[in-house]
Every structure is written in structure tokens, then in C-alpha cells.
């Protein structure tokens, strides 16, 4: 599984931005989905997760009512939309792939990684 996040910049508080990951294999449907992300000198976060069914989804409580993940099957593509987005927001945003069938918020249950994409909140 390959996977190729994009759609990070530079953008003013209260702002959006929309992040997108393209996966490749034919397996894709069958993963569940999580973005995450990392700000300098800190760990990497959990943000968003989605079941393969695109039924079931989760958030970190800091993103939880800003931030929507969702997913095309049918072109093997993760989104993450961002709204209301704030300084603390700023990380470069990395999506992963879970085959362990558990919609999970721990980044020791995924298994595949994109290279990431930068977000830039400015104030």
C-alpha cells in the first residue's frame, strides 16, 4: 500500500483547508483510515479515523466538531476537512492505513503511512 497525502499550506486563523490521501491497491475498501499529526518537537497525534464502510468515524477532542474525515472508495481517496482552524492547528499531517479491523486512535495499530503534508495556521 502506497499512500500520497496533499492539500497542506499556509492559511489565516479561523480558515480552511482541505487534505486529501490517495491510496493505491485494490484492498483499499477493505482498511479503515486515520489522519494524523505531528508539530515540531511533539509526538505524533491522532486526529481523525474512518471505518472502511465510511460508517463509523473518530476524532481527537481538540479537532472533534472542526475537522470532518470521509472517504471515496471508488477512488481509493481520504479526505480531512478542516474548518475553524487554529496556531495550534499547525503540524504536518500524515494519513495511515489500519488492516487490523479496529477503528482505533492508538498510531501503533496502523500500518502504512503517507510522507505527510504541511498545514500552516498564521494569527
Known amino acids: 500500500v502506497q499512500l500520497q497525502a496533499c492539500g497542506g499550506g499556509l492559511v489565516q486563523v479561523g480558515g480552511s483547508l482541505r487534505l486529501s490521501c490517495a491510496a493505491s491497491?485494490?484492498?483499499?475498501?477493505?482498511?479503515?483510515m486515520g489522519w494524523f499529526r505531528q508539530a515540531p518537537g511533539k509526538e505524533r497525534q491522532f486526529v481523525a479515523g474512518i471505518r472502511w464502510s465510511g460508517g463509523s468515524t473518530i476524532y481527537a477532542d481538540s479537532v472533534q466538531g472542526r475537522f470532518t474525515i470521509s472517504r471515496d472508495s471508488a477512488k481509493n481517496t481520504v479526505f480531512l476537512q478542516m474548518n475553524s482552524l487554529k496556531p495550534e492547528d499547525t503540524a504536518v499531517y500524515y494519513c495511515?492505513?489500519?488492516?487490523?479491523?479496529?477503528?482505533?486512535?492508538?498510531?501503533?495499530?496502523?500500518?502504512?503511512w503517507g510522507q505527510g503534508t504541511l498545514v500552516t495556521v498564521s494569527s
Open positions: 491497491g485494490r484492498a483499499f475498501r477493505t482498511y479503515d
Open positions: 495511515a492505513v489500519s488492516q487490523r479491523y479496529i477503528l482505533t486512535r492508538d498510531p501503533a495499530q496502523y500500518d502504512y
